[in-house]
């Protein structure tokens, strides 16, 4: 099982990106996902994270800026970004709960994509 991050780039603050995070494999199913971030000499902090049913929790950093949400068809995740901060900067890293088809259930990682808020 792989997840594949992607979307991150250069965006001026006020700007908008869209990451998308697409899982592959043996998938059975799909639980919790979530995106988190890392700044240069800080630790990895939850960003956004959204259930299998839908319920949505976000840092209190981003509430009403970003917006996580996924296709369960698509087996794809999405982080809409909206009025970007140079706080915002950081390696942005998908993360999901799978249970695959031998019924293993396990925590994957994305590969990160780089996100800079900067003019």
């Known amino acids: 099982v792989q997840l594949q991050a992607s979307g991150g780039g250069l965006v001026q603050p006020g700007g908008s990106l869209r990451l998308s995070c697409v899982a592959s494999?043996?998938?059975?199913?799909?639980?919790?996902v979530g995106w988190y971030r890392q700044a240069p000499g800080k630790e990895r902090e939850l960003v956004a994270v959204i259930t299998s049913g839908g319920s949505t929790n976000y840092a209190d950093s981003v509430k009403g800026r970003f917006t996580i949400s996924r296709d369960n068809a698509k087996t794809t995740l999405y982080l809409q970004m909206n009025s970007l901060k140079p706080e915002d900067t950081a390696v942005y890293y998908c993360?999901?709960?799978?249970?695959?088809?031998?019924?293993?259930?396990?925590?994957?990682w994305g590969q990160g994509t780089q996100v800079t808020v900067s003019s």
């Open positions: 993360n999901a709960a799978v249970i695959t088809t031998t019924l293993r259930h396990l925590e994957v």
């Open positions: 494999g043996r998938i059975f199913s799909i639980n919790d």
